[in-house]
């Protein structure tokens, strides 16, 4: 949400009505300027450099999955991620942590439903994560702003603003956010020390590699994908691999039609 | 005033020294909670609202349902609910410090409570409902002293006050409205987003709210020499009537809409709910309880014999109370997330200590329900003699 209308809502003494109102704005706003129509101004494909901090909706950020090259069985993605984030392994889905995994074909896209599907597809297991979407129901209803989005799209947490009230949980369409409903440290395997381990009671989930980019470097699960299936860069930058990719081939979302405007696209 | 609360017979003793064992017993699996986590609970990472937020949600209509006693009183100047709005007021004050305490317990990180205060978002439903609750429960403290206080003093209260109540009516409205929009905004989640949410959250406040105040003036009635008189306990018992029916009608409004657009994401929630899908029906004898009691207690209800006797009014008021509990202190918040986003059928159940903790805090409610009650009563006594 840009600042000015922020502090314009605020001065005028926002009632629940404001909220409603807020909506249209955005929603307005979203109608007057088409993404596509952004300038072409970013004519970078380096990460780096999109990382700068430049006018609002110059960069957004998104990941491209080529489901036609995602092999069966294979999770080095997941592993990868897994390892690096300290992700904790309790070894029962009740108290599970996950920030990517393997979902099958028709319950990532239960919208989609449909006979006789080519069976590649109907039995493909489809990774998942975070959508980092550019409408994030989860921020908009975290109570104190502890996930938010950055300017370059991505949703982030913060650990140590997060009272732990699950509300994101509840408002997440994707089912992408996880939280440690007990101290996770113990169950992570080894330890990595150059990414902070979590404390019991707060929400995680993929950031997109934020201190991966700011390293310049991609994210891990694009980095370690043996078949180069998924693909990261500036949406807004039509020189950028992720625009050529969803120019020359048929992608999908998930749920699109929530209005969140997922990032993540399927090529199928 | 309050030195009422420290006169009692040995009855009301014991009964507090019950509560406060059980209220022990509550914060001990409180204190286990603190130290493993949410995890001791029955939640999961697909159901992550559980018993703690479903108690939330139903106590507020409770907290809610005072302005059914206080709207006819000081608006329409109905004189027989005069004995007993004190006590719908007093309901609502023990209700609201439930509510915010089953929040506080269904917090990841308790100690961060202070950050919705640090860090005020105006776009989320979270931050409205703790101005409602905190507002709700200021108002209605300020009423309660100031009236009783009067009381006692045998004087007419201050004007300033009957402001502060007309705004403690739309104020309670809003409460549950804003508790409501807590669900009914979430894209993601088919079950809550129906418009009609808010409006059957407040027909069912307003059935279980009103239902609970005549269970305690009738025990009052039995326990202590109060008596709320025949005519405001009928007019309590009309008011259930029509707002009962108001809230099965609602009910029937949701099944019309879901099954007749038969739009797959949101029949599957009520099919978890009614008849159970993929062969996991843990909800479905709740329910179907719940459905029956409904309809039980609207031919109690409806008919003005049954209605207009006492003690049958008493039974019919428990059959609303539970019916509405299992609907919406069970069925409504933990169906939401089920099915999962991705279809799959994750059942919830509360564990042992979820529920130890949950009795502390209704004993803590019934507690502060005890003591205030008490004040009020004596306070009216010492006027009487």
């Known amino acids: 949400m840009d600042k000015s209308r922020r502090n314009f809502l605020k001065i005028a003494g926002i009632t629940a009505l404001g909220i409603t109102a807020d909506k249209l704005v955005n929603i307005r706003a979203q109608q007057a300027v088409p993404k596509q129509n952004v300038k072409d101004s970013v004519a970078s494909k380096n990460i780096i450099k999109a990382q700068k901090p430049g006018p609002a909706a110059e960069v957004r950020l998104a990941m491209v999955v080529d489901l036609r090259k995602c092999k069966q069985g294979c999770t080095k993605c997941i592993d990868a991620c897994n390892k690096i984030h300290n992700i904790p392994d309790f070894g029962e889905p009740k108290d599970e942590i996950k920030w990517i995994w393997k979902e099958p074909y028709e319950d990532a896209f239960l919208d989609q439903e449909n006979y006789y599907m080519k069976d590649e597809f109907k039995n493909k297991s489809v990774p998942v994560f975070c959508n980092n979407c550019d409408s994030p129901p989860c921020v908009e209803v975290c109570p104190t702003q502890a996930t938010f989005k950055r300017d370059d799209g991505i949703v982030m947490m913060d650990w140590h603003r997060c009272i732990g009230c699950r509300y994101c949980m509840a408002a997440c369409p994707y089912g992408s956010r996880s939280f440690n409903w007990r101290d996770p440290r113990p169950f992570i395997k080894n330890i990595n020390p150059d990414f902070p381990t979590r404390m019991k009671g707060v929400v995680e989930k993929c950031e997109f590699c934020d201190e991966r980019l700011s390293k310049g470097l991609l994210p891990a699960c694009v980095e370690v994908c043996p078949e180069k299936a998924l693909t990261f860069g500036n949406l807004n930058d039509p020189q950028a691999d992720v625009r050529k990719l969803l120019k020359e081939n048929f992608s999908v979302r998930r749920k699109p039609g929530l209005g969140t405007n997922p990032e993540i696209y399927y090529l199928v | ?385």
Request: charged letters at 10%.
């Open chain 2, 1 to 385: 005033m309050l030195e009422h609360a420290l006169k009692g017979n040995k009855k009301y003793w014991s009964w507090l020294l019950f509560l406060a064992a059980v209220i022990l017993i509550g914060f001990y699996f409180y204190l286990k909670q603190f130290d493993y986590g949410l995890g001791i609970t029955g939640m999961s990472r697909n159901v992550s609202w559980g018993l703690y937020i479903a108690q939330f949600t139903f106590i507020v209509g409770v907290a809610a349902s005072a302005v059914m006693v206080v709207l006819p009183y000081y608006l329409h100047n109905y004189k027989a609910f005069g004995k007993i709005t004190i006590l719908g007021e007093f309901l609502a004050i023990s209700s609201v410090i439930m509510c915010m305490m089953f929040v506080f317990v269904d917090l990841g990180q308790p100690f961060r409570v202070a950050n919705i205060f640090l860090y005020p978002t105006v776009h989320s439903l979270m931050f409205w409902d703790v101005i409602a609750l905190s507002g709700y429960l200021v108002l209605n403290v300020i009423i309660t002293r100031v009236t009783l206080d009067a009381e006692h003093k045998s004087i007419a209260p201050p004007k300033w006050i009957r402001p502060v109540i007309v705004i403690s009516i739309p104020w309670a409205v809003s409460i549950h409205t804003v508790t409501a929009f807590l669900f009914s905004g979430l894209g993601g989640r088919p079950f809550w987003l129906t418009a009609i949410l808010a409006p059957r959250f407040l027909a069912s406040a307003f059935s279980a709210g009103p239902a609970l105040l005549v269970i305690l003036c009738l025990l009052l009635k039995r326990l202590t020499k109060f008596d709320a008189g025949t005519e405001a306990i009928k007019k309590l018992g009309l008011i259930i009537t029509y707002a009962m029916c108001a809230n099965v009608f609602f009910i029937l409004m949701e099944f019309f809409t879901t099954f007749y657009s038969g739009i797959p994401d949101h029949v599957a929630h009520m099919q978890y709910l009614y008849i159970g899908l993929d062969g996991k029906t843990r909800l479905v004898p709740w329910m179907w309880t719940s459905a029956f009691l409904s309809v039980l207690s609207l031919v109690f209800l409806v008919v003005p014999k049954l209605r207009n006797n006492t003690r049958m009014l008493l039974v019919t008021c428990i059959i609303v109370f539970l019916s509405i509990w299992i609907d919406k202190g069970l069925g409504l918040v933990i169906t939401g997330f089920i099915p999962t986003p991705f279809g799959k059928i994750i059942q919830y159940w509360p564990t042992v200590p979820e529920s130890f903790i949950s009795v502390g805090i209704w004993a803590i409610g019934v507690f502060l329900i005890t003591v205030f009650y008490k004040i009020a009563l004596s306070v009216r006594r010492e006027i009487e003699a």
